[in-house]
């Protein structure tokens, strides 16, 4: 049954828009149309708000889902954080987790990324000396391939017209970085392996290996992090939480259980929604953040896809690879079990990034090609209050949705024996990894539970579990679809899939497709 995200919802007839979908993509969309006096109907199939940001509690324990940390927030002058002070009207703060951010782990070897470009390069200097100069010039090509970018997106958000006159120019100097991979970028600069296996070692946060990623990807992911990594004090919920209050304040509302079957198109004109139940929402602009082949393949009616050959589109874009997550409970806080703040990203000895995952994908009993290890309870100073006496851990790696995909018409938490033992064998094989890095914590664990990408697909609407939408690979940031505007009147996209995954790339993209849909540009502003 749809139901408000907060209180019994006073709802209209109409509203201005509709977003479908309240991951970080919509509820900014929400957010910054609220503050321009917009009523905004947001819905979210899911029982809870968030996409990606929303939290779950079991057992006494809360875990966070698609949040483990945030760059830029620690920099006064940094664009997001003004964005994030924007949509939720400054209510949202956040916790430094320190010096150390990402800890890179490979075999018995570890490196530290700390905060601040300058203890960055002097850090990475410490462990290899005699590539002074690579550091040097890798960091300086991060800058400036991010700083190529600014004309790209804001070419998304321009009206037809004057894309046609401007778009391919402001595109051009940001091309020569995102259509190469992130391995040519980087053996361009050094024939060092292992060099280049550390630099990459935050690969796991865009989702693919270098051989495979654009390299705008992974300079945009690098230098989001150089000033240190956050977390939202209270937890990922906060975000939902404050940015709700907004679009509150205009008169809008979040409906959760709330699942869109189809968008209501007239004439090639979005008028509104109709949702599983049969009843309908009408709008003046629909914009859908379900992640676009969700968009294509179940929201739009098929004689609009076939109109606008949307299905060509999707053939040109593949879906992210899919994820495990282990959300683990512990009873001690934080302190006494001795939990850092910074993340652990734990790679095999041997090999490259790709040929790692390669032979995982070739034979899954081999190494996870890579683990990341995060400490969520020690990372919120708020955590304690909510939840004394307890800690919790995520661990996460990639697993190809087919291992799981006969189970995809089973019911949640009813999936069968064989389910179940397959869970088992890969969570124990990820709790080894934990108790091989973080050793006083064997036997302290007294919950744990496996997410796979049948989950992903349950809860957050992926058709293959996807954990990031669209892979970053060098053609996807060539696709001139992947914006805001589609060739439906008044019907619009945002999401990751519009800009880069992250909360940030989500973020960023609700300021790019408010733009499109009503020409202001709210960076102005800030
Ligand atoms: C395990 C994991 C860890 C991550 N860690 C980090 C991190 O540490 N830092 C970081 O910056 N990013 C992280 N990310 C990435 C980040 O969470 C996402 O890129 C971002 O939140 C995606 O936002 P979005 O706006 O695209 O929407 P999503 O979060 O994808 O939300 C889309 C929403 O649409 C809803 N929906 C779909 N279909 C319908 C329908 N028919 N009707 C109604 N609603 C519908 C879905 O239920 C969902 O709530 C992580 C992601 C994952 C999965």
């Not at 004439?267 to 859908?288: E, L, P, W």
């Amino acid at each position: 049954m749809i139901q408000s995200y907060k209180k019994k919802p006073q709802l209209q007839e109409t509203y201005d828009t509709i977003i479908i979908g309240s991951g970080m993509g919509g509820l900014a969309t929400a957010a910054i149309l609220s503050k321009q006096g917009q009523k905004v109907l947001v819905l979210e199939r899911h029982y809870t708000a968030g996409g990606f940001t929303h939290i779950f509690k079991r057992k006494g324990y809360e875990w966070d889902v698609g949040i483990h940390y945030i760059g830029e927030m620690q920099r006064e002058n940094s664009l997001l954080r003004k964005l994030f002070e924007y949509v939720t009207d400054g209510e949202l703060k956040w916790a430094d987790m320190g010096e150390v951010y990402d800890r890179i782990i490979i075999g018995e070897k570890q490196y530290d990324f700390v905060k601040g470009v300058k203890n960055f390069k002097k850090q990475l200097i410490s462990y290899f000396p005699q590539e002074e100069e690579t550091i040097e010039a890798y960091v300086n090509l991060v800058f400036k391939t991010v700083r190529s970018s600014k004309n790209f997106y804001m070419s998304k958000a321009l009206p037809p017209f004057l894309n046609a006159l401007f778009g391919r120019f402001m595109k051009k100097g940001f091309y020569q970085y995102s259509d190469k991979t992130t391995y040519e970028v980087l053996r361009s600069l050094t024939d060092n392996e292992a060099l280049i296996k550390v630099l990459t070692g935050q690969y796991g946060d865009y989702g693919l290996p270098p051989k495979q990623s654009s390299f705008y990807m992974h300079a945009s992911l690098v230098r989001h992090y150089f000033d240190g990594g956050s977390f939202p004090i209270g937890g990922s919920s906060q975000i939902v939480k404050t940015i709700d209050k907004v679009i509150e304040a205009s008169g809008g509302t979040i409906l959760i259980s709330a699942e869109v079957d189809e968008v209501y198109i007239e004439k090639n004109t979005a008028k509104g929604v109709r949702m599983k139940d049969g009843s309908i929402f009408r709008s003046d602009k629909v914009v859908s953040n379900a992640g676009i082949i969700t968009t294509y393949n179940k929201l739009l009616p098929p004689e609009i896809v076939n109109k606008h050959g949307l299905a060509a589109h999707l053939q040109k874009v593949r879906p992210s690879a899919a994820h495990l997550s282990l959300y683990i409970g512990l009873e001690g806080t934080p302190q006494e079990l001795q939990l850092p703040k910074t993340n652990y990203w734990v790679y095999p000895e041997k090999g490259d990034h790709d040929s790692c995952v390669q032979n995982y994908l070739d034979d899954l009993s081999q190494p996870f090609p890579l683990v990341y290890l995060s400490f969520p309870s020690a990372k919120d100073p708020d955590w304690s209050n909510r939840y004394p006496g307890k800690s919790t851990i995520d661990i996460i790696t990639i697993i190809p949705y087919e291992v799981f995909e006969k189970w995809s018409d089973t019911s949640w938490k009813k999936r069968g024996e064989e389910y179940d033992t397959i869970k088992e064998e890969l969570a124990q094989r990820l709790l080894k990894v934990l108790y091989k890095q973080q050793p006083q914590l064997n036997g302290k664990v007294t919950y744990y539970e496996l997410s796979t990408p049948i989950t992903t697909q349950h809860f957050v609407n992926y058709e293959k579990g996807e954990i990031y939408g669209l892979d970053h690979t060098p053609s996807r940031f060539r696709q001139s679809f992947l914006k805001p505007r589609t060739k439906i009147k008044n019907f619009y996209l945002t999401g990751q899939d519009v800009a880069t995954a992250g909360v940030g790339g989500a973020l960023f993209s609700g300021v790019l497709t408010s733009m499109a849909m009503t020409g202001k540009n709210v960076l102005k502003k800030l």
